[in-house]
């Protein structure tokens, strides 16, 4: 069998008890712990948690492109089937070039404002072998493949002419060029409204089903998750305490942290509870819990065990893992507040408002004595 064959059968990423420190003041500290996944060919996987959960610790280490002081501490990332931490240097350039791909949060800081889209999305074949006229027709051809509708105009666009939707569509366009085995998202939707959102996610999903490639999707947004992802991982301090099923996790989660996030959503309650809640205290500074549970200190259903002994990542069936010593009593964690009452004053005669806008519309005037009209009778009111 091929090293090619090889590749092809293994799963798109594999984390086996990755470690990653970074050196502060002269001493290591730990961001990732013992991190152990996998994602095969085609599947979508969500990483979820708060900020400086490492989350996106995870995305740049299996690519080797940590900053100068963070380090793979322990264990291995494989990226079909190569492990990373083994490859040489050029090697390693042929991994990033051709496994995997990443699309970032901010899509206008990712491209280049000097250029315009289409001389980028050249470069990326270009980069692959094609010649320059190749590689500008198969850039064209793919932002079609991205659902964007004038590609040969878009392709003339500096970013700063494209929304920030379509801007994303180019690139994920980009990250899809060269067929990698792995797409990282990483907050590709936190600037983007609703509907450009569902646009987007839905055109990933699509093209994930089209090119086969593996998602890593990695987001604060529960709900994208959900609509996009087969399986969840659940971050937290730099450890993984809860994986499995999207389905399964989002309606019954097994680790209390897993459901304190989900009380935190602006939904209609959980379990029959309030519509709202909050988790307490903050995340700890990474190295500071050095024994027991790193959730213990913030946990509603703590003990002193938990204070104590390290849960294990416990078995609780049907695909599923909790890294918590009471995962069968998540359903009794105490709710930490109470929804606070609405306010609603009311309209008197005589209370002005705080804003009225009447009849506003707004033109902006383009070269070629073009106008474009952004508002159009917009009227209404802000009471106090």
């Keep these: ?45 969500g990483l979820v948690g708060e900020s400086g959960s490492g989350k996106s610790t995870v995305a740049l ?8 002081n963070g380090r793979i501490s322990g264990g291995h990332a494989r990226v079909a089937g ?16 051709n496994d995997v791909a990443m699309v970032f949060q901010d899509p206008g800081k ?16 270009e980069i692959l072998g094609a010649s320059g006229t190749e590689a500008k027709d198969r850039g064209e051809a793919m932002l079609g493949r991205v659902r964007i509708s004038d590609p040969a105009r878009v392709m003339a666009s500096f970013p700063h002419q494209l929304s920030g939707g379509m801007q994303q569509r180019v690139v994920i366009a980009m990250a899809l060029a060269k067929d990698p085995a792995l797409l990282i998202l990483d907050e590709p939707t936190t600037g983007l409204d609703a509907t450009i959102e569902a646009e987007v996610l839905d055109l990933v999903d699509t093209l994930r089903q089209e090119f086969g490639a593996a998602v890593l999707f990695i987001s604060h947004n529960l709900a994208a998750v959900a609509s996009l992802c087969n399986r969840v991982g659940v971050l937290y301090a730099g450890k993984l305490v809860e994986e499995g099923p999207a389905r399964a996790l989002f309606s019954d989660p097994r680790h209390p942290y897993t459901a304190g996030l989900l009380r935190c959503l602006p939904r209609a309650g959980f379990k029959g509870g309030p519509a709202l809640d909050n988790i307490p205290g903050f995340p700890p500074v990474p190295g500071s819990i050095t024994e027991g549970c790193v959730f213990a200190p913030r946990c509603g259903l703590a003990e002193d065990r938990c204070r104590t002994d390290a849960p294990p990542l416990y078995d609780v069936g049907d695909g599923r893992g909790s890294r918590c010593h009471f995962h069968d009593r998540v359903d009794d964690l105490p709710r930490m507040s109470e929804a606070p009452p609405v306010n609603v004053p009311e309209r008197g005669p005589n209370v002005e408002p705080v804003l009225k806008l009447e009849h506003l519309s707004k033109t902006y005037k383009l070269p070629g004595n073009r106008n474009v009209q952004a508002l159009r009778d917009v009227s209404l009111t802000l009471d106090p």
């Design 1 to 45: 069998m091929t090293d090619r064959n090889q590749s092809a059968e293994s799963p798109a990423l594999e984390l086996s008890r990755l470690s990653v420190a970074y050196t502060v003041r002269g001493r290591d500290l730990p961001v990732l712990s013992d991190v152990s996944l996998r994602i095969e060919r085609g599947e979508a996987y």
């Design 61 to 68: 280490a299996l690519q080797r492109v940590l900053p100068p």
């Design 82 to 97: 190569k492990d990373v931490m083994e490859l040489g240097a050029a090697a390693l350039r042929n991994m990033r070039a």
């Design 110 to 125: 990712a491209l280049n404002p000097s250029l315009t889209v289409g001389r980028q999305m050249a470069e990326v074949y």
